[in-house]
């Protein structure tokens, strides 16, 4: 990746997809709306992601905000889920972080396609893989994550008995239908 398309605290606003937006506006005109449709919009956590580097000056600011958001330092109505990847797009620039991954600037990568955006930029936060902000500015985190749909959590039940001390199988049942997981180690 060329380092002209990159930015460290690109000032870009926030955005969301103009889809999500008609979606959301539709939704907030229906007079109509069926109580198990808001009880889905209102159900599940709200997925927060940063993207940061140790490379980038201003991306510790962004760590300490999404800390205090995990810790749950903010009135929000919506549980979050607070996910921090560190890109190594800023590798180059003399500082090499050693949490930097790069399947963590694949990932934003991603966003920045899905997301129809030009720059890469850290800290960068998307939500609930819908929108983005700056990830050190609190005013638009929090407006992000106040709008961002929400969908049902999903129900299962897992059960930790193994049949022997050597098993490395769990049984996890999501509506009558079990699903094994191997555990490697």
Known sequence: MAPSLLACFGRSKSSSS?????????FSASQTVDASVEEQRRGGPVV??????QGCATSPE????LSRLGRGDFAL???????????????????????GSSQ???RQKAYIESLN??????PQVVVQGRSHCVGNEEEAL??????????PSPAFQVNFPFPNPNAKLVQVDERDQP?????DG
Do not use: C
């Not at 103009?18 to 539709?26: C, E, G, L």
């Not at 962004?62 to 905000?65: D, G, I, K, S, T």
């Not at 955006?117 to 850290?122: G, S």
């Open 18 to 26: 103009p889809s999500a937006a008609v979606k959301r506006d539709q």
């Open 62 to 65: 962004a760590e300490v905000l």
């Open 117 to 122: 955006l030009d720059t890469m930029f850290t």
């Open 77 to 99: 109505e919506a549980p979050v889920i607070v996910l921090a990847f560190h890109v190594d797009y800023w590798d180059y620039a003399g500082w090499k972080d050693p949490f």
């Open 179 to 183: 699903i094994g997981i191997m555990f």
């Open 48 to 53: 927060v992601e940063l993207f940061s580097s």
């Open 142 to 151: 929090l407006s992000a994550i106040m709008s961002a749909q929400r969908f």
């Open 104 to 106: 963590s600037t694949v």
